[in-house]
């Protein structure tokens, strides 16, 4: 482990206009470990090109979207020093973006999709690069897709950690002791060099994953809050930021919902034992929640995150009493299509299961299919509406009164399904999306407040 290594990571407000990056490399300036930089796009870019690829639009609407994403990027390089070369490979990325977003084929052509959708981290990587120099710290743009190597799952690919460290080892290490090397997060490339993307929030993942190739001490993770709260503090006031979090708290937070971590993030951080920290770029000073194997305090109580627009699967046969094979099939399905699911629940005909199915994704695509397979051989039930709460903490299952003190605080809602006991970290339940934000609130006073 390289225990004189840092790598950063910006997300989308970090990076959202000129006094934004400003703040970001001072940041930098402070810390000459960190040689490594992950920026995701600026804030707004990523939802103007997912409209782009996803929705009907006209050849005036594509423009008015190409004229807004250039605004936000121009709004940032009009306060930088005159560079012919970075204005032209600006003006070279804008014109790239208009001629994919007019091709007929775009919302159907996955390949063409990921060119699109990596082209917010191309324009903010490039324009951060400078930022830093203006800030007295030397840096360059370094393009991700030659280390970052992965499947051609494109919406959703996975890394091939062993290529990762090679690339890295031989193109990326190199460079960092002479500059700073700012690079794009999300975006990775095939076999065949054609560009894939992991996933919405895959910028933290990119930055772990290097921070696992380079064998860095510290993943620092920059965002808009002061590290992990004990419940998103949107939807309650009370809500505080945790000074540590165990790798294994953090994942279950990540998976369950708590945007501010990438659930993918913790799994090269738990591997190499590097730390995480999640800080806020706006308010450093303030300092944010670390990361480690091993927290001092373990508490049964943690923190409580909440995940929208889950979709409840019920598949029902009458032969599953003497079908024994019947769950096998279900789940066979479920795995081809490379789906998780977080919750289930079993009766003697039937068989209830949750899934994630934000809009406009790979996964929602995937679920339509899925649901469509498991209806040739069993009656399906798909019934909308809901969200997932979780409470993340410690030695849940082996502690008394637990449980019982969660479920006393939501005894005024309907609970449609129950997870509990299938691991010591958290205790899940579905509840109609209209009284998630309530039922957060109750939770958090009963167990924080």
Not at 41 to 61: F, I, K, M, Y
């Amino acid at each position: 482990m390289n225990s004189a290594l840092t790598i950063a990571k910006f997300g989308g407000t970090s990076v959202a206009n000129y006094q934004a990056m400003s703040a970001c490399a001072s940041i930098i300036a402070q810390q000459n470990d960190t040689r490594v930089v992950v920026v995701s796009a600026s804030a707004g870019v990523t939802n103007h090109l997912v409209s782009l690829c996803h929705d009907e639009l006209n050849a005036e609407q594509i423009d008015n979207i190409i004229a807004q994403i250039s605004t936000i990027q121009y709004a940032i390089e009009k306060h930088l020093p005159e560079n012919t070369t970075r204005t032209d490979t600006l003006k070279g990325l804008i014109d790239e973006l208009t001629l994919l977003a007019k091709q007929p084929s775009l919302r159907t052509n996955d390949m063409l999709k990921e060119q699109v959708l990596s082209m917010g981290e191309r324009m903010s990587s490039l324009l951060f690069a400078d930022v830093l120099n203006v800030h007295g710290v030397e840096a360059e743009v370094f393009d991700v897709k030659q280390v970052m190597r992965t499947d051609s799952n494109f919406g959703a690919a996975s890394p091939d950690l062993a290529q990762i460290a090679a690339l890295s080892t031989t193109h990326l290490a190199p460079r960092i002791q002479a500059k700073v090397q700012v690079t794009q997060g999300f975006v990775g490339a095939d076999e065949q060099g054609r560009t894939t993307t992991l996933g919405r929030g895959g910028s933290d993942f990119t930055a772990a994953l290097l921070a696992e190739a380079l064998g860095a001490q510290l993943c620092q993770i920059w965002t808009d809050v002061i590290g992990v709260y004990t419940t998103d503090p949107r939807i309650t006031d009370k809500a505080r930021p945790l000074p540590e979090l165990s790798f294994e708290e953090a994942a279950e937070m990540a998976t369950f919902g708590a945007k501010v971590l990438h659930p993918a993030t913790m799994e090269p951080a738990l591997r190499q034992d590097i730390k995480v920290f999640v800080g806020s770029s706006k308010e450093p000073e303030k300092g944010g929640t670390i990361i480690v194997r091993d927290c001092e305090v373990e508490p049964p109580y943690r923190a409580i995150t909440r995940r929208k627009e889950q979709v409840m699967v019920t598949v029902k046969t009458p032969k599953m009493m003497y079908a024994q094979g019947f769950l096998a099939k279900v789940f066979e399905i479920i795995a081809k299509h490379e789906l998780s699911v977080d919750l289930v629940t079993t009766s003697e005909i039937s068989v209830s299961f949750t899934l994630d199915n934000p809009p406009n994704s790979v996964a929602e695509r995937l679920n339509r299919v899925t649901i469509e397979e498991l209806q040739d051989i069993c009656d399906v039930t798909v019934e909308r509406g809901f969200d997932l709460i979780t409470v993340v903490g410690n030695h849940m299952q082996t502690s008394v009164g637990v449980s019982s003190k969660i479920l006393s605080a939501v005894t005024d809602y309907q609970l449609r399904m129950i997870c509990f006991g299938a691991n010591p970290h958290n205790m899940s339940f579905l509840v109609q999306e209209q009284h998630s934000a309530d039922i957060v609130k109750q939770l958090h006073s009963v167990l924080f407040e």
